[in-house]
């Protein structure tokens, strides 16, 4: 293999090595030529490439936690709670004989979850009121309600079973 090349009138020396050739003929100033050291500018040109990556998403971190943050949390709050209706098939169920079976009517609970209810007790003093003077229960059981629920809690809590429609109606309308 010639280590010269002639192009044009110019002998240029060859650049690459064979592995081979390398291996064999290894001197300390060779095994230099073996490798390809980075460039420091390179190196330097990646770190401040990956630092401001960072410090742009460390920024927009805190935009969305610190400036957005009670505007998020208002959209999530709103998000909690939504109102799923269930169609039910409502009517008469009968046999192949046309004998009844089932009718249907519809029924609702009263139920509380506490997680809902403000910590402060003036507002849950005015939310007991309400309830009492809408569903017609006893101050003392919801009471004591009030005091044993567990605040963060998601479970729902019942009030009052078999609401009718007139006690809804009422409670929806205030």
């Known amino acids: 293999m010639p280590l010269f090349v002639k192009k044009n009138k110019y002998k240029l020396e060859r650049r690459g090595m064979e592995i081979d050739d390398a291996v ?28 401001g990556i960072f410090c742009i998403l ?24 939504r109102a799923i209706v269930i169609p039910a098939p409502r009517g008469i169920i009968y046999d192949r004989f046309g004998k009844q079976l089932v009718s249907n009517t519809p029924s609702m609970d009263a139920i509380i979850v506490p997680i809902d209810i403000p910590k402060e007790k003036e507002k849950q003093d005015e939310i007991a009121r309400l309830l009492i003077s809408t569903f017609s229960l ?9 005091q044993k629920m567990d605040q963060r809690s998601l479970q729902p809590i019942l009030l009052k079973a078999q609401v009718s429609q007139e006690e809804t109606l009422l409670f929806l309308s205030r």
Do not use: C, H
């Open 24 to 51: 064999l003929t290894m001197t300390e100033n060779g095994a230099d030529k073996i490798e390809w050291p980075l460039n420091r500018f390179f190196t330097n040109l990646f770190w401040w490439f990956m630092i």
């Open 58 to 81: 460390f920024s927009r971190v805190i935009y969305l936690n610190i400036f957005k943050g009670a505007e998020y949390q208002e959209i999530a709050e709103r998000n909690s709670l």
């Open 138 to 146: 006893d101050g003392g059981v919801l009471d004591e309600i009030f």
